[in-house]
């Protein structure tokens, strides 16, 4: 029984649109590693917003404050986009169109340089206005070919290649940024970013030619424009997501715990640096040493999620998250930080998985993309409250230990209302 488990988990798998699905994770997450977690905070905080032309801290604030506006532009267009979407049938145009324009943007960060804050912050939060919501488009497509019995397993394999990808951005742009920030090596650490954007290009084009949209089950006819309708449907899913609790609660748990990880995702590199004394090198082989251990958790989170359900497994992780934060914040050798790091890095990861699952028993069908707009807005206001949080308290106190601290309120409190959220045997087909 366990060996035809194990065969049908693998054919399962490697269906086309769930290959070019999973290698999409892979292609984006070194945007994620590169760009908003180790090379370019790093170069932000240090480089352009150098400490000799501003004050102390100052570049925290600023990084908090970019990622906290192109968060609040997300959160926006998430919902109005996922309506448009539903409506015309067309994610995978806006999945193809929002990534190209992110690569663009991407290797438009090549040319920022000492002292160029501005246009590093506007820069930077049109690529990732557009790399989130592209995002958006990519979770939708999981309800579309998974089952009750598969999306743990599914969700975890992509997470997988999400991380696989991060380990291999890393081994390619290592001999890059070797020599850290020394202004000799500035052009190469600059290079990263263009790598980055090739690299996205590369692995998402199967996605773009292979995934396809699920056939409606009805026409719509549209007498307005698809924006015009979009505004309106987002109204009406408002009054109607009231009516369902269990989905609002975890919406509010998720947005929640996920400022920890918003702090997490931003603070990181910049926190091992600057608190810790972590080289650029050393912050490289600190994610590299967090990649394969997650990657290969994820498999086993996804199929934990398919045991015990989304529910417990976030539960789970979320404790483990308290203790790391303790664990970190307290302690100042390094060895603690890399065991801290590796384990923040699978809860990560497992919390994401699990949650996403979730999302997929408490969502209508046909109606994917939208809701998952509302499960991209709790995210997304997540990454506006916890960054511009640690920034603010980084600033005023300089003190990063302090700032970090911080996010075991949202940790605590997310857990506490996710125990809460009831999943229904079934998954809704429409809200009524």
Known sequence: MGKFALKENIKTLLKPPIISWALYDLANTPFAVIIITIIFPVYFTTIIASPEIYSANFGDLMWGIASGVSMIITALLAPLFGAIADTSRSKNKFLTILTIACIIFTSLLYFLNKGMVALAVIIFIISNVFYQTSMMFYNSFLPQFSTKKTTGLISGFGFSAGYLGGFLILIITLPFIRNGLEPSNLTNLKMTFIITSIFFLIFSLPAFFILKDSP?????????????????????????????????RFLISYFLFSNAFSVLALYVGIYAKDTLGFGLFEIALLFMLGQIPTMLSSFFFGWLTDRIGPKNTITITLIMWILIIILVTFFTIKAVF????????????????????????????????????????????????????????SFITKNQRIALLSTLLFLISGLIILQFVKIKSYRPESFK
């Open 338 to 393: 890399y065991a801290g790091w590796i384990l923040a890095a699978i809860s990560t990861g497992s919390t994401l998985l699990a949650s996403r699952s979730l999302m997929t028993f408490l969502i209508p069908r046909e109606s994917e993309a939208e809701f998952f707009g509302f499960y991209s807005i709790s995210g997304k206001m997540s990454s506006i409250i916890g960054p511009i949080t640690f920034g603010l308290i």
């Open 216 to 248: 409606a089950t009805k026409v719509l006819e549209i007498k307005t424009s698809y924006i015009s309708y979009g505004f309106k449907k987002l109204l009406g899913t408002l009054k109607n997501i009231k009516k369902h609790k269990n989905l609002s």
